[in-house]
């Protein structure tokens, strides 16, 4: 198994509220990218990381910020929560782009109220 | 635009039948890359397979196959003789190159009961 941790796995916090998502991964890809998974819609991309310090957004990217200072590490950040940000999160690795497979953490489940 | 849909939300199936889950993506790209994911009850999501655009060949790994035809822009998994540890969600992504970066987006998916 790809050596991809997630923290926390579960969190509730209150709406308004700034909320750290974070991502570690043992393996030293260089691609890393944060989903959320919603009922009825798969998974979305929200941003992803093609190396230290260099990030993009995806499509559902309003509401989230991301960091990442070292290759194992990248954050998720919410800067207020809101209940529609409720879902849970997922982050992956990817030694490469485009052909290469990506490797799924444990996920995240953040319930806003 | 580049899309994914899985028309089957829900599949109910009795065990040892065989069951195939629907693909169909879009592109504008000649060079893309489609896989299959599963996504057990307890949440964890697996890789199971990745075709590139340009080799059409099917693919068997034990009870599951896959039937790639880029002329109906289809790529579908069927599982022969189904078990009740095939339950599950099943995701199939497109991985396409959005600007300097690919990006994989992924229908809603499918979920597979498997009734003993």
């Known amino acids: 198994d790809a050596g991809i941790t997630q923290s926390p796995r579960h969190k509730v916090t209150e709406t308004g509220t700034p909320v750290t998502l974070r991502c570690h991964q043992t393996?030293?890809?260089?691609?890393m990218y944060w989903y959320r998974q919603d009922p009825g819609h798969g998974l979305r991309l929200i941003h992803y990381s093609y190396g230290v310090k260099d990030t993009d957004k995806g499509e559902v990217s309003d509401g989230y910020s991301v960091s990442r200072s070292k290759t194992e590490d990248f954050l998720l950040t919410l800067e207020s929560a809101t209940s529609s940000q409720t879902s849970v999160y997922f982050c992956?690795?990817?030694?490469?782009?485009?052909?290469?497979?990506?490797?799924f953490g444990p996920g995240t489940r953040l319930t806003v109220t | 635009a580049q899309k994914v849909t899985q028309a089957q939300t829900e599949i109910s199936v009795v065990e040892k039948e065989d069951v195939t889950l629907d693909c169909v993506y879009e592109t504008r790209d000649t060079t893309y890359y489609l896989f299959w994911y599963k996504q057990p009850p307890s949440g964890e999501l697996v890789f199971l397979i990745r075709?590139?655009?340009?080799?059409?060949q099917n693919e068997i790994s034990g009870r599951y196959s896959w039937n790639f035809q880029k002329s109906t822009s289809s790529f579908n998994f069927t599982i022969t003789a189904s078990q009740v540890v095939d339950s599950a969600v099943y995701f199939c992504?497109?991985?396409?190159?959005?600007?300097?970066?690919?990006?994989?987006?992924f229908g809603k998916g499918t979920l597979l009961t498997v009734n003993p």
């Open positions: 393996e030293n890809h260089r691609y």
């Open positions: 075709r590139n655009s340009f080799d059409e």
């Open positions: 992956a690795i990817a030694p490469g782009q485009g052909a290469y497979e990506q490797y």
């Open positions: 992504a497109l991985s396409y190159s959005g600007g300097s970066n690919y990006k994989l987006t």
